[in-house]
C-alpha cells in the first residue's frame, strides 16, 4: 500500500512556473514507476509525464514536453513535477500515481495502469 500526498498548486500567470511535490509513504517510491495526469472539468483525465524506477527515463505528453520536468528524490520519497512557461490550458487539477506494471513496459499512458493515487492539487494559470 502506498499513500501519495501532492502539493504546490496554485494561481499563476501565464509564462509562469510552479512545482508540484508528490510524497509517499508506505513504500519506497523507486519501487515503481511514477506518473503525473491531469483533469480539467468537463475533460477526461490525461496523461502529463511519467517517470522510471530508476529515475533515469521520462516520457511527457506532447503538449507539455519542453516546458514540465519530471523528477524523484528518493532521499525523501517524493516525486517533483517542475512546470514551467505555463498557458491557461495547463488548467487542472493534477495527480500524482504510481504504478507496479512491468518496467520494460515503461511509460504507461493509461490511468487504469496505475495502483495508487494522490488526492489532486488544483492548477489554475490565468491573467
Known amino acids: 500500500q502506498v499513500t501519495l500526498v501532492e502539493s ?3 494561481l499563476e500567470q501565464p509564462g509562469g512556473s510552479l512545482r508540484l511535490a508528490c510524497v509517499g509513504s508506505g513504500r519506497p517510491l523507486n519501487l515503481y514507476e511514477q506518473g503525473w495526469f491531469r ?3 468537463g475533460k477526461e483525465r490525461e496523461f502529463v509525464a ?3 524506477r530508476s529515475g533515469r527515463k521520462a516520457d511527457y505528453a506532447n503538449s507539455v514536453k519542453g516546458r514540465f520536468t519530471a523528477s524523484r528524490h528518493d ?3 517524493t516525486a517533483f513535477l517542475t512546470m514551467n ?3 491557461p490550458e495547463d488548467t487542472a487539477v493534477y495527480f500524482c500515481a504510481v504504478s507496479a506494471s512491468l518496467e520494460d513496459e515503461f511509460p504507461h499512458k ?3 495502469d496505475y ?3 494522490g488526492q489532486g492539487t488544483q492548477v ?3 491573467s
Do not use: E, K, R, Y
Request: net charge negative; glycine share 16%.
Open 85 to 87: 512557461n505555463l498557458m
Open 75 to 77: 532521499a525523501t520519497n
Open 8 to 10: 504546490g498548486g496554485g
Open 110 to 112: 493509461a490511468p487504469g
Open 124 to 126: 489554475t494559470v490565468s
Open 50 to 52: 511519467a517517470i522510471n
Open 115 to 117: 495502483d495508487f493515487w
Open 39 to 41: 483533469q480539467a472539468p
